[in-house]
């Protein structure tokens, strides 16, 4: 699997960075993972947005959904040379009115996920975990063959994240705070990261949903060092991770 990073802010974009937006690739299968703001701009670097063979939506906040509406209108304009029908787009069915969004008629079509059954998406097997937010939100887990990439969406800390990461091969992580961040948050800090990182004995840790107005190395280095003796990479526009 080869996983691309098409934007890592969190909340909005920044100096011509984008914020959340993930392209899965593999035997020929583009999936795009969340599609914030500046995505779609940075995915036709890589691909034909018209390539795409599904979306899949860990939750319905701005800085994850923001392109949607700007795909969809891509696919409406260039029926032609669309690579399916309608564009798959997956999103969990606790919200009615922001599921409802994803179908667009004879564009795109939404189809739901949820967290007690797994879903087939290409070549891959997406499994979902419910993460705690202001909305409703799912980290996702990615498995092709023997490898495994998992993805916490935006969430707060919680333990079952150390089950659901598990041994993975990559996990990324939202990773808004620098350590000494305190009071109520609804997203990780670099400790947090790090620790979840160690905890779960995964292979690789990439930090992202990053803030705005904190320097990277810092969040880099404080993550490091939670972590241990888990390589730990910093999400930037472009970079591309083989898992
Ligand atoms: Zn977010
Ligand atoms: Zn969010």
């Known amino acids: ?112 996920y949820n967290d007690y059954e797994t879903s087939e998406i290409g070549p891959f097997k997406f499994e979902f975990l419910r993460t705690i937010h202001p909305v409703p939100a799912y980290a996702m887990k990615i498995t092709k063959d023997d490898k495994s990439i998992v993805y916490t969406s935006d969430t707060a800390y919680f333990d079952g994240l150390i089950d659901f990461a598990k041994g993975s091969d990559l996990l990324i992580t939202d990773t808004n705070f620098a350590e000494d961040k305190t009071g109520k948050i609804w997203h990780m800090t670099t400790k947090q990261s790090g620790k979840l990182a160690k905890d779960a004995g995964v292979k690789r840790l990439m930090i992202s949903h990053l803030p705005q107005k904190i320097d990277v190395d810092t969040m880099l280095k404080q993550s490091q060092n939670y972590a241990g003796n888990v390589p730990t990479i910093n999400a930037f526009t472009g970079l591309e991770v083989e898992v």
């Open 1 to 112: 699997m080869l996983i691309t990073v098409l934007g890592y802010y969190g909340g909005y974009p920044y100096k011509g960075h984008g914020t959340s937006g993930y392209l899965l690739q593999d035997e020929g299968q583009n999936i795009l993972i969340d599609c914030g703001s500046g995505v779609l701009n940075e995915l036709s670097n890589y691909i034909d947005p018209l390539q795409l063979d599904a979306v899949v939506l860990s939750h319905y906040h701005h800085d994850h959904t923001a392109d949607l509406g700007v795909l969809q209108y891509n696919w409406q304009l260039d029926p032609q040379n669309r690579k399916h029908e309608v564009l798959p787009i997956y999103g969990h069915t606790q919200d009615f009115v922001n599921f409802a969004q994803l179908t667009m008629d004879g564009v795109s079509q939404g189809i739901a």
